[in-house]
């Protein structure tokens, strides 16, 4: 005995992953904006039996049920502004040159052994910690 069906059947429809430079976001970095979904394909059929064996399949139509959505990842492409450059830690006491915050500091050319120096001539404005100042006129290094 031979007999026809219509016979349906759905297919997944993988996702695409996408990939688009985003010059908003730093170099680097990477976010998924669009959560891929996976689509749907209905096949139908018409299927042959003969003695409820299947004997032949032909497809009668096909149709996107649901359409995949891509998964879009951005890729960051901005480069951030380089950071500022490091200030020394200066002595609150001391204004006209940076004078380094150490152990000891010397005046630049003269007889101290350091660790730090400094290029004068610099404003006492606090303590004279570092004894910049020898003479006691407010200026240290001023030789």
């Known amino acids: 005995m031979v007999t026809t069906e219509i016979v349906t059947e759905t297919e997944t429809i993988p996702f695409d992953r996408v ?21 749907v394909k209905t096949l139908t059929y018409e299927v042959v039996f003969t003695d409820s064996v299947e004997t032949s399949r032909t497809l009668v139509s096909e149709e996107i049920t649901s359409a995949p959505v891509d998964e879009v ?7 951030p502004p380089p950071p500022p ?26 007889s101290g052994n350091g660790p730090s120096y400094v290029r004068g001539p610099v404003t006492v404005i606090g303590d ?3 004894d910049l100042d020898r003479d006691g006129d407010g200026i240290g290094c001023d030789t």
């Open 73 to 79: 990842t951005s890729v960051g492409t901005r480069e």
């Open 85 to 110: 450059p490091e200030k020394p830690d200066c002595d609150p006491n001391y204004s006209g040159a940076c004078v380094p915050i150490d152990s000891d500091v010397d005046c630049a050319g003269g």
């Open 128 to 130: 004279d910690i570092y």
């Open 19 to 39: 990939r688009r430079d985003d010059p908003s976001l730093d170099a680097g970095t990477e976010v998924v904006t669009t959560e891929g979904v996976d689509g």
